[in-house]
C-alpha cells in the first residue's frame, strides 16, 4: 500500500495560495510528514517538516490535524518559479532514507 | 554555503560499459545517499552510508556497487550499464550527529547518465 497519497498535478496563478492535501492513513506513532520540492533536472530541496498541529517557516505552512492522517502544505502567494513537483513524504525521522511516492505537479501561471 | 557536489554532471556511455559517480558530501555530513531518477519517475533510494559503513540498501541492481571512503565522498559504481539506467542519479548528504535525520537532507544537482 502507498505510504502517501497526493493529487498528481494542480494548476494556480501567480499571487495565489497554493494548498496541497497529501493523505496517509496508516501514518504511525513515530512518523514524521516532510514536504520536499524538485525542480526539471536538480535534486529535491527540503521544504518543511511537522509531527503535528501547525509549522510555518519562511517558504511555506503545515497543517496537520488531531489524526495527522492527513496534511495539507499551504505556499503564500506563488510565483511562476514555485512550478515544480512537490512530494509528501512520511517516514520516522530516524528512518534516514526517504521513500519519494508520486508528487503533485504544481504549475504557476502567469 | 557549502553544497553537495555532484561529479560529473553529464556522462554518456555505451551498452555493456561501466561509469563512476562521484559525490563530495557537505562538510561534517557523515551520511550518504544515493537515489536514482528515471525519467518521469520519482526519486528511488539505490543505498546509503553512515561513516563509511553501508547502512542501508534500497532497490539497487547487483551491477552497482558503491562505497564511502575515508574523506567521506562516495562513488557508485555501475558496470554492464543497459539502456535502462539512463536516468538523473542524485546524492544526498545529512548529519545523524546532529539529529535532523530526513530533515537535514541536501541533494547535490545530480549526474544525468545516458546509455546509448
Known amino acids: 500500500l502507498a505510504k502517501t497519497t497526493q493529487p498528481i498535478s494542480m494548476d494556480s496563478y501567480e499571487g495565489q495560495e497554493v494548498n496541497i492535501t497529501c493523505s496517509h492513513n496508516?501514518?504511525?506513532?513515530?512518523?514524521?510528514i516532510t514536504w520536499y520540492q524538485q525542480f526539471p533536472s536538480q535534486g529535491p530541496r527540503f521544504i518543511i517538516q511537522?509531527?503535528?498541529t501547525k509549522v510555518t517557516n519562511e517558504v511555506a505552512s503545515l497543517f496537520i490535524p488531531a489524526d495527522r492522517k492527513s496534511s495539507t502544505l499551504s505556499l503564500p502567494r506563488v510565483s511562476l518559479s514555485d512550478t515544480a513537483v512537490y512530494y509528501c513524504?512520511?517516514?520516522?525521522?530516524?528512518?534516514?532514507?526517504?521513500?519519494f511516492g508520486a508528487g503533485t505537479t504544481v504549475t504557476v501561471r502567469a | 554555503a557549502a553544497g553537495v557536489i555532484q561529479s560529473p554532471r553529464h556522462l554518456i556511455k555505451e551498452k555493456r560499459e561501466t561509469a563512476t559517480l562521484k559525490c563530495y558530501p557537505i562538510p561534517r555530513h557523515d551520511t550518504v545517499y544515493w537515489y536514482q531518477q528515471g525519467p518521469g519517475q520519482d526519486p528511488q533510494f539505490l543505498i546509503s552510508?553512515?561513516?563509511?559503513?553501508?547502512?542501508d540498501k534500497g532497490s539497487i541492481p547487483d551491477r552497482f556497487s558503491a562505497q564511502q571512503f575515508s574523506d567521506y565522498h562516495s562513488e557508485l559504481n555501475m558496470s554492464s550499464l543497459e539502456l535502462g539506467d539512463s536516468a538523473l542519479y542524485f546524492c544526498?548528504?545529512?548529519?545523524?550527529?546532529?539529529?535532523?535525520?530526513?530533515?537535514?537532507?541536501?541533494f547535490g544537482s545530480g549526474t544525468r547518465l545516458t546509455v546509448v
Open positions: 511537522g509531527y503535528k
Open positions: 552510508f553512515y561513516e563509511k559503513m553501508q547502512s
Open positions: 544526498a548528504s545529512s548529519s545523524r550527529f546532529s539529529g535532523t535525520g530526513n530533515y537535514g537532507y541536501t
Open positions: 496508516n501514518i504511525a506513532t513515530n512518523d514524521y
Open positions: 513524504l512520511v517516514g520516522d525521522i530516524y528512518d534516514y532514507k526517504l521513500s
